[in-house]
């Protein structure tokens, strides 16, 4: 009888996990991706950064800013309120920035008020899409996108609040939950 010799411990192990590893990534999309802005196209604009590069956009939304949550890190929890870098934009232009919005992450966004600058930017509505894999998740994550339009030239800021990490009265309130996201605008 011919016996050949199995690995045993963790050396046993190492395939496994190679292979567990390499499904992730593919499934993640890599890891990879563009995750800057991408002007649309208004016939289904595609879907920028993320592991489902399938994803359509609502039409219409003009130059997508997508939102980059930073990692999670147990050793550095992630700020609060955070303000991300310059958004620039072109007198007349429509632009939109992306969140992603999660019931069972507690991410629920809002244009904050006043809002920006009505004669810098002005808000021209919400829309959000899941793709059908997303709608297939219990408590899976979908893109929220806060359109605006860019109606004279100087600067503003736009801030977005998280309702689990502001209101005390909601249900998924959380004091660890990201409050608030501050995008300053400047329109030429």
Known sequence: MNRTKRPS????????GAALLALA???CGGGGGDHGAERGNGKG???V??????????????TVHEDRMPPYD???????????????????????????????ARLNWSLSTPGPDRDV??????SSYQTARE???????????FTFEAVGTGTTRIVLTNRCGTDRTS???????????????TVR
């Open 121 to 126: 930017a002005r808000p021209a509505g919400t």
């Open 9 to 16: 411990g963790r050396a046993a192990l190492l395939p496994l």
């Open 45 to 47: 604009d595609r879907e």
């Open 171 to 185: 249900g998924c309130y959380s004091p660890e939950l990201a409050r608030s996201v501050t995008y300053p605008v």
């Open 49 to 62: 950064g993320g592991g489902d590069h399938d994803r359509q956009r609502p039409t219409g939304l003009g």
């Open 74 to 104: 147990p050793a550095r929890p992630n700020p609060r309120d955070r303000t991300e870098g310059t958004l620039t934009v072109r007198h007349g232009e429509r632009f939109t920035i992306a969140m992603r919005e999660s019931a069972s």
């Open 25 to 27: 990534l593919t499934a």
């Open 135 to 145: 709608k297939e998740l219990i408590g899976s994550s979908h893109a929220l996108y």
